[in-house]
Each structure stands twice: as structure tokens, then as C-alpha cells.
């Protein structure tokens, strides 16, 4: 089976503070995302990424960057964290170039910006 | 505004009965694909329905497609207690490359 891990589940930063939040996918997976889902709104997509060293845009790109040095792990950055951050974020990834394949989702972090 | 809409938000069935989840998207597509998310937890993909067919089976989930009515629907047939979740369909369009979310349809089953 797939496994996605986020690197944590509850984190607590403050205003200001630049965010890391890490996802390594353990199945060779091209593609990887970074969401992230707020009541009433479902999953929104901030980037994405469909090989190693790219990255794309998402639909709410704003406040983030992401980084992929290795195929396994994308990384999303908050440059300077603001309180509408706060939000449940989770990665995901897929298999194969920019097709349309079931993806592959980890638990979840539940950021919080004080 | 999201591509895709599911009804309803919230549904409530009793251990046994048939619970039935719609989706509505706005723009064409090329497949739609159903996720169920558990409490605190992250999605998991249930099952995926291209634009050229109507009605796929997996297990106790039934999946169908109306292209000319832009929606798609989940059923879940003699539910149980474990079945409960948040439900969401997803439309993946070419054009774009991604898949587009819908608000989801927390669903209930009582024992």
C-alpha cells in the first residue's frame, strides 16, 4: 500500500514565523500536492508538483512555496505564517506524469498561527 | 466557486439503509472520482468513473454518471456504522491538470 506521511499532525506557530511542513510518499510517485481544507470550503490546491525540482501553481498559491529536491518528499513553506493560515493541510501524490490516477492522501496537519 | 457540489451536506440514516450521495460539477470533464474522509484523518480514494461511462460497482458503493446533467452519484447500500464519513467527489479536467474538490457530504450512520 501507498503510504503518504506528513511529518506532523498538531503544530502551533506564531505570526511571522516561517512554516516547514514535510510529506514523503514511499511509491516512486511522480506527482505530489499540497491542499489544504477549511469548513464549508473542501480541499483547495496551493501547488503542485509532477516531477522532481518542478512545481506549479495551484488555485491559492499565495503565502506558500513548495520544494522538491528528491522524487519522495515535497516540502510546503509558509514564508511569514498569518493567522488565516491557520488551516488542516494535507499532502498527496500520484503516479504518472500529468494524467488523471486516484491520489494518495497522508493525515494531515493541523496548523495553528497565533 | 468549487467545481463540484455535493447534496446533500449532511445526511443522517439509521445502520442498514441505503445512503445516497449527489454531485454537481459546472464545466466539463474528463473523469469524476469519489473520496471518504474519516474524522481527523486524511482522503481515500474509493472509486473512479470516466466521462464515457455511467454506472460502476465496488462492493456496496454505485457509482453513476449523467455527462448531460454535469452530476454523478454515490451509493452506498446497506450501510453500517463504520460507513461514516465525509464524502467528496473530485472532477479531474484536462485543461487543467488537477482535480477540482467539491465541499463534501458528512455522512451519519447510526447504530
Known amino acids: 500500500d501507498v503510504k503518504v506521511t506528513q511529518s506532523s499532525r498538531y503544530l502551533v506557530k506564531r505570526t511571522g514565523e516561517k512554516v516547514f511542513l514535510e510529506c514523503v510518499q514511499d511509491?516512486?510517485?511522480?506527482?505530489m500536492f499540497w491542499y489544504r481544507q477549511d469548513p464549508g470550503l473542501g480541499l483547495r490546491l496551493i501547488y503542485f508538483s509532477y516531477d522532481v525540482k518542478m512545481k506549479e501553481k495551484g488555485d491559492i498559491p499565495e503565502g506558500y512555496s513548495v520544494s522538491r529536491e528528491k522524487k519522495e518528499r515535497f516540502s510546503l513553506i509558509l514564508e511569514s505564517a498569518s493567522t488565516n493560515q491557520t488551516s488542516m493541510y494535507l499532502c498527496?501524490?500520484?503516479?504518472?506524469?500529468?494524467?488523471?490516477?486516484?491520489?494518495?492522501f497522508g493525515d494531515g496537519t493541523r496548523l495553528s498561527i497565533l | 466557486s468549487q467545481q463540484g457540489e455535493e447534496d446533500p451536506q449532511a445526511l443522517s440514516i439509521q445502520e442498514g439503509e441505503n445512503a445516497t450521495m449527489n454531485c454537481s460539477y459546472k464545466t466539463s470533464i474528463n473523469n469524476l472520482q469519489w473520496y471518504r474522509q474519516n474524522s481527523g484523518r486524511g482522503l481515500v480514494h474509493l472509486i473512479l468513473?470516466?466521462?464515457?461511462?455511467r454506472e460502476k460497482h465496488s462492493g456496496r458503493l454505485r457509482v453513476t454518471l449523467d455527462t448531460s446533467k454535469k452530476s454523478s452519484s454515490l451509493l452506498i447500500t446497506a450501510s453500517r456504522a463504520a460507513d461514516t464519513a465525509s464524502y467528496f467527489c473530485?472532477?479531474?479536467?484536462?485543461?487543467?491538470?488537477?482535480?477540482?474538490f467539491g465541499s463534501g457530504t458528512r455522512l451519519l450512520v447510526r447504530p
Open positions: 468513473i470516466r466521462s464515457n461511462e
Open positions: 511509491m516512486d510517485h511522480e506527482n
Open positions: 473530485a472532477s479531474w479536467m484536462d485543461s487543467s491538470y488537477k482535480l477540482i
Open positions: 498527496a501524490s500520484s503516479l504518472g506524469g500529468r494524467t488523471n490516477q486516484p491520489q494518495h
